[in-house]
Structures are given as C-alpha cells and as structure tokens.
C-alpha cells in the first residue's frame, strides 16, 4: 500500500514538472494575443512663403481639412505679375529674331539683289566695250591720254561694283551665318530661363497644400506682411494614420511586419484594423508615456502600425492599446 502511494506522488510530481516545463521541452507553448501600448503618431507639416509680400487671401480656417493642391494663402502678385508680362515680351522678340534668320531673305530682297547684280553686269559690259573699242585708237593717236585713262577707270570701276554685286547677292541668297544663329538660339534659351524664373517667383506668391490633413494653427490673417520661411500654417498629417507602439525584448520574437493587429482607444468602443509595418532594430528604453507591464527601465523596440480603416474617432498623441491576436508562442525561459 504504502508502495503504491510512493508511486502514485511519483507519477504526480512528473506530471506538474512536465506542465511547468511544457513536456520537457518537447511541447511548444501555445500562441497567444499578445497586448502593446502606444500612442497615435503625431505628424505635422509646417509651411512657409518662398516670398515676401502681404497676405491678400485666406480662403481656409483652423480645423478644415484640406487636400493637396488646395490654396491656403496668397500675396500680392501685381510686381511678379509685371515682371512676367516684360519676361514674356522679352521671349518672344528672341523667338522672332531667331526665326527671322532661320527664314533666310525674303524673295522680294532676293530679287533686289541680283537686279543690282544685273545692272552691274550691264555696266561692266560697257565699261569693256569702251575699252575694247577705244584701245586700237590710242596707238594711232586718235584719242587723248585723258580719255584714255578716264577709260581704263570706268573699267576698273565698274569691275569693282559688279564684284561687290555679286558678293550682296550671293549673302542674300545664302543667308544668316550659322554664328549668327547660334547666337540668335542662345539668346532664346536665355529668355526662356528668364521667363521661368518670373514664373516660379510668381509661383511663390500662392500657399498651396502639399499633402491631405487638417490645418492645426493658421498664423497670418490678410494684409499681414509675411517673410520668406515665416511659419503660416501647421497641417496635420492623419492619412495613412500611423501608431507608433513597443514590444518588450522578451517577446520581440512573437511579432513580425506583415502581421495584423487590432487598435483600440479608451472611450471609443470601435475596433480599428491594423498591420505591423515596421519594426526598429534598435533597442531604446521605454517612453515614460507608454504604460506596459514590465519595469520602465526594460529595453523595448519601437514598431509602426499602419490603421487601415481609421476615423475621426482617432486622433494624433492619442493612447492606445494594440492586440496583436495571431503572436507566436513565447520563447522558452
């Protein structure tokens, strides 16, 4: 009897250090939720004016959602508008000089010149005409040293303004030099920059929204003077709405990104939707606004949580509380 009851203690003292142990090591822990703390992650866009100038329009108040693109302010525009209209003006005589040399002569002057081509012509012919004619006379004597000097220049005159003649006509024909069009094609390309520079200062003169949120702080009213990166507006950031949250070292090993989460606050009795994003490499020690479990001077790794379906509901710097359900079984002790 007494044999038995030794037995019975034996068996039953296995059973509790293979429960404690989970079979020796053989038996994997179950997996279970696994609960972390964190806070909606606070996102915030400060915007400024590229330019000086006073604010004329404010079409937008603190607390309106806008959308990206939306106006936010405006300056007065009428000096960059002014300078726009010269730049503009400025470009397009650049363009008609460059086309007027690229078009080469009209054929009206084409024509002109090789009518003064021809009459050059005619006059060089008669020039040696005289010449030709009046040489026989000069051996004889029948004409003067005078005349015939004066003959030889008409001749040589005339020679002289049919090759200039020829030279006018044959630019006219070919053109503007290839120098001069180059020139012409860099003085375009600099009127252009010119042009695009009055246009991006007048870009300047307009605030315009360059994400999705809501506007936090407006800090200029119209006829306000504003100065180039003076802080107009805060805008809050809330899509995609992130939660920034920890994961004690010891239970690092449970968690992966990709895995899905639930995110719920106090007070509001809806359950948000999540993914595990990203996991930080690094360990740091727990925040003081974080409330877990474990000692504050614990290591912890700070993870994000992507909220698929958020709300009004949430909002920024707001505690939560994530439960990862689908979290791998604890690491052995």
């Not at 026989?136 to 005339?158: C, D, F, Q, V, Y």
């Given at each position: 009897?007494?044999?038995?009851?030794?037995?019975?203690?034996?068996?039953?003292?296995?059973?509790?250090?293979?429960?404690?142990?989970?079979?020796?090591?053989?038996?994997?822990?179950?997996?279970?939720?696994?609960?972390?703390?964190g806070n909606v992650d606070v996102r915030e866009v400060e915007?400024?004016?590229?330019?000086?100038?006073?604010v004329e329009e404010i079409p937008v108040e603190e607390g309106?959602?806008?959308?990206?693109?939306?106006?936010?302010?405006?300056?007065?525009?009428?000096?960059?508008?002014?300078?726009?209209?010269?730049?503009?003006?400025?470009?397009?005589?650049?363009?008609?000089?460059?086309?007027?040399?690229?078009?080469?002569?009209?054929?009206?002057?084409?024509?002109?010149?090789?009518?003064?081509?021809?009459?050059?012509?005619?006059?060089?012919?008669?020039?040696?005409?005289?010449?030709?004619?009046?040489?026989?006379?000069?051996?004889?004597?029948?004409?003067?040293?005078?005349?015939?000097?004066?003959?030889?220049?008409?001749?040589?005159?005339?020679?002289?303004?049919?090759?200039?003649?020829?030279?006018?006509?044959?630019l006219t024909r070919q053109g503007a030099r290839r120098e001069?069009?180059?020139?012409?094609?860099?003085?375009?390309?600099?009127?252009?920059?010119?042009?695009?520079?009055?246009?991006?200062?007048?870009?300047?003169?307009?605030?315009?929204?360059?994400?999705?949120?809501?506007?936090?702080?407006?800090?200029?009213?119209?006829?306000?003077?504003?100065?180039?990166?003076?802080?107009?507006?805060?805008?809050?950031?809330?899509?995609?709405?992130?939660?920034?949250?920890?994961?004690?070292?010891?239970?690092?090993?449970?968690?992966?990104?990709?895995?899905?989460?639930?995110?719920?606050?106090?007070?509001?009795?809806?359950?948000?939707?999540?993914?595990?994003?990203?996991?930080?490499?690094?360990?740091?020690?727990?925040?003081?606004?974080?409330?877990?479990?474990?000692?504050?001077?614990?290591?912890?790794?700070?993870?994000?949580?992507?909220?698929?379906?958020?709300?009004?509901?949430?909002?920024?710097?707001?505690?939560?509380?994530?439960?990862?359900?689908?979290?791998?079984?604890?690491?052995?002790?």
């Amino acid at each position: 009897m007494k044999r038995r009851i030794i037995v019975g203690i034996a068996i039953a003292a296995l059973v509790v250090i293979a429960i404690a142990t989970s079979g020796f090591g053989l038996i994997a822990r179950p997996a279970g939720p696994l609960t972390l703390y964190g806070n909606v992650d606070v996102r915030e866009v400060e915007m400024a004016f590229q330019a000086s100038g006073r604010v004329e329009e404010i079409p937008v108040e603190e607390g309106e959602r806008v959308e990206k693109g939306d106006l936010l302010a405006s300056i007065d525009a009428s000096q960059a508008q002014d300078r726009l209209r010269q730049a503009d003006a400025e470009l397009a005589q650049a363009r008609a000089s460059l086309a007027k040399l690229q078009a080469g002569n009209r054929p009206q002057e084409i024509a002109s010149a090789n009518a003064r081509l021809s009459a050059a012509r005619a006059a060089l012919d008669k020039a040696q005409q005289d010449y030709d004619r009046r040489q026989p006379l000069l051996e004889t004597g029948a004409i003067s040293r005078a005349n015939w000097k004066a003959t030889e220049t008409a001749l040589e005159t005339a020679q002289a303004q049919y090759r200039e003649a020829a030279e006018a006509a044959s630019l006219t024909r070919q053109g503007a030099r290839r120098e001069d069009i180059a020139a012409a094609r860099a003085q375009l390309q600099a009127a252009e920059a010119a042009r695009g520079s009055v246009d991006t200062d007048l870009s300047f003169t307009r605030l315009e929204a360059p994400v999705d949120g809501v506007i936090m702080t407006r800090a200029v009213e119209p006829g306000s003077l504003v100065a180039p990166g003076a802080t107009a507006f805060t805008i809050a950031i809330d899509r995609p709405m992130r939660v920034r949250a920890y994961v004690a070292q010891t239970d690092l090993s449970r968690i992966s990104p990709g895995m899905k989460v639930t995110v719920t606050a106090d007070g509001n009795p809806k359950e948000y939707q999540g993914t595990i994003g990203f996991i930080s490499p690094r360990a740091e020690f727990t925040p003081k606004q974080v409330e877990t479990e474990d000692l504050r001077t614990d290591l912890v790794y700070r993870l994000r949580i992507i909220v698929s379906d958020p709300d009004d509901g949430l909002r920024q710097g707001q505690p939560v509380t994530v439960n990862v359900l689908a979290a791998r079984a604890p690491a052995e002790d």
